[in-house]
């Protein structure tokens, strides 16, 4: 049998976010786990070179950020409100998403499965955290940019997403906001 893991992985840009939501630009999962990526490093970056807190690799945490989503190629994603609409609808979609990490899993030559079994699963908790809050902040970044485009629509959205960050009380994600979250809110030109 052929390792279908990769091509699987690569599937990923087929899987759109924001299902339930009028987008004036569409978003996959590909290119939000890229962007994932890029806020986890610089949050785990931030944390350790500019406030001189311990914390973990920022490597491994852009790597998680990667995979992050990657059961989602299996299950699709299921907007948030649904997700989250109560506590054994929450439960069920976190072991679906489990059953679904560990057949991409079971996809890998054995030797490759412990270097990627924390990746998929989402069970370093080390990198969880930061991984946790990039998450939250590239869906915040996509409601400033739909509502910077003039969607209304995401209104109500990048409201309770910013309450959710807020609450997160990370000093690296306050350190974010305040400084690179405001050029989000500009123009091209503007950021020249």
């Given at each position: 049998?052929?390792?279908?893991?990769?091509?699987?992985i690569?599937?990923m840009?087929?899987?759109?976010?924001?299902?339930?939501?009028?987008?004036?630009?569409?978003?996959?999962?590909?290119?939000?786990?890229?962007?994932?990526?890029?806020?986890?490093?610089?949050?785990?970056l931030?944390?350790?070179?500019?406030?001189?807190?311990?914390?973990?690799d920022?490597?491994?945490?852009?790597?998680a950020?990667?995979?992050?989503?990657?059961?989602?190629?299996?299950?699709?994603?299921?907007?948030?409100?649904?997700?989250?609409?109560?506590?054994?609808i929450?439960?069920?979609?976190?072991q679906?998403?489990?059953?679904?990490?560990?057949?991409?899993?079971?996809?890998?030559?054995?030797?490759?499965?412990?270097?990627?079994?924390?990746?998929?699963?989402?069970?370093?908790?080390?990198?969880?955290?930061?991984?946790?809050?990039?998450?939250?902040?590239?869906?915040?970044?996509?409601?400033?940019?739909?509502?910077?485009?003039?969607?209304?629509?995401?209104?109500?959205?990048a409201?309770q997403?910013r309450?959710?960050?807020?609450?997160?009380?990370l000093?690296?994600?306050?350190?974010?906001?305040?400084e690179?979250?405001?050029?989000?809110?500009?123009?091209?030109?503007?950021?020249?």
């Amino acid at each position: 049998m052929a390792n279908e893991f990769f091509a699987l992985i690569s599937r990923m840009r087929y899987i759109t976010r924001w299902g339930l939501m009028r987008n004036t630009f569409s978003e996959n999962i590909q290119e939000h786990s890229h962007m994932v990526a890029v806020l986890a490093h610089g949050l785990a970056l931030i944390r350790r070179e500019l406030l001189g807190l311990p914390g973990p690799d920022p490597d491994r945490c852009a790597v998680a950020a990667l995979y992050h989503d990657a059961s989602e190629i299996l299950t699709g994603d299921l907007p948030t409100p649904v997700k989250y609409f109560n506590p054994e609808i929450k439960k069920a979609y976190k072991q679906v998403e489990r059953v679904s990490g560990e057949k991409l899993l079971s996809m890998l030559p054995e030797a490759l499965r412990p270097s990627y079994t924390h990746l998929i699963l989402e069970d370093d908790p080390e990198t969880l955290p930061i991984v946790k809050a990039a998450d939250k902040l590239s869906a915040y970044i996509k409601c400033v940019e739909e509502l910077k485009a003039g969607n209304q629509e995401f209104e109500s959205a990048a409201q309770q997403t910013r309450a959710a960050l807020e609450a997160m009380e990370l000093p690296e994600l306050a350190y974010f906001m305040q400084e690179f979250l405001p050029p989000f809110q500009l123009t091209l030109d503007q950021l020249e």
